[in-house]
């Protein structure tokens, strides 16, 4: 029998021996398929096969099965494998930072469109002194997570929702989450408005997976509504564009105050006293727990503080 509770000898606090079982296991949680993990690995299947076998059975885990035609991997699988490209991660930063303790590094991190318009370009032209080479990701939050947990990035800056006992996290800035308009609509310039006014209008909104638009699909989930019961959907892959078609009369949108600061401040756009809807979202720092850089990041993270309270 297998014991799905990840608690084994194999484990020590914080790190992890990773021979060529877990690496392959890693692999294989990654591609679900033993013909591509051993391609990868330039092993033969029969050797990943008997690798993973072993693994279970030293551990006393199941982390794969077979539910034909389809490779599962299990719920422990899964948790494992995570921690194991924590491990992985890690480790390759600590020995970055030993084998060149004074040496400037580069710096991959990513933001999410509505962060990288109200932080960029201050932000970077303020760290670009710390860093030999920056790259910065601009993607929505799902895609953002993703490369934290891959180890495409280190951290991210991102407004969406995310699951916070997955992630270390420093909470960077509260903003308003508004409804918007152009002055010129028949939603414009009124005391109170309900939803159901609004559903008349083309709402303009973000694609799948980023953070404002999750945001919106759950307060419409809780009153009873989606995006599809408004009268057209626009879908954009950016704010700007978004903003844009504002100006024009386009619709109706949902938004970061901080990204119309000057839109609203000269009545280029209004925001829409939307009845019940008080939203206030914390922007963050996200990156992967127990990070060899954390302690780094809480001063890019007061940085941005920093650029923001100016």
């Not at 109706?252 to 809807?277: C, N, W």
């Not at 963050?284 to 850089?293: A, G, L, N, R, T």
Request: aromatic share 10%.
């Amino acid at each position: 029998m297998y014991n799905n509770n990840i608690n084994n000898s194999y484990y020590g606090g914080d790190f992890i021996v990773l021979d060529r079982r877990y690496e392959t296991f890693l692999t294989l949680a990654k591609t679900v398929s033993y013909t591509k993990t051993a391609q990868k690995l330039y092993i033969t299947q029969p050797a990943v096969t008997q690798q993973i076998a072993s693994l279970q059975k030293d551990l006393q885990i199941e982390l794969v099965r077979y539910e034909r035609p389809n490779l599962i991997i299990t719920s422990a699988g899964k948790e494992l494998a995570k921690y194991i490209e924590s491990v992985r991660i890690k480790s390759h930063q600590l020995l970055q930072h030993l084998q060149s303790p004074n040496d400037k590094r580069s710096l991959k991190f990513g933001a999410t469109l509505s962060f990288n318009t109200i932080v960029e370009p201050n932000f970077i032209k303020h760290i670009a002194p710390k860093f030999t080479n920056i790259d910065c990701l601009v993607a929505n939050t799902d895609q953002i997570l993703t490369q934290i947990d891959n180890g495409q990035i280190e951290f991210g800056l991102v407004e969406g929702n995310f699951k916070l006992s997955d992630y270390d996290s420093i909470p960077i800035f509260k903003d308003d989450f508004i409804a918007v308009c152009n002055p010129q609509s028949p939603l414009a310039n009124q005391k109170r408005i309900d939803l159901k006014a609004c559903l008349k209008f083309p709402l303009l909104l973000r694609e799948v997976g980023s953070g404002t638009r999750s945001i919106l699909e759950d307060w419409l989930a809780m009153v009873n509504h989606s995006v599809s019961d408004f009268s057209k959907i626009i879908t954009i892959g950016d704010m700007s564009t978004i903003i844009s078609l504002l100006q024009t009369n386009m619709g109706i949108s949902f938004m970061y105050r901080s990204l119309l600061t000057e839109k609203l401040s000269t009545h280029q756009l209004v925001q829409l006293p939307l009845t019940s809807f008080d939203i206030t979202r914390t922007l963050s720092m996200v990156f992967q727990k127990q990070s060899y850089y954390e302690t780094q990041y809480h001063q890019l993270a007061d940085d941005i503080k920093t650029i923001l309270a100016k």
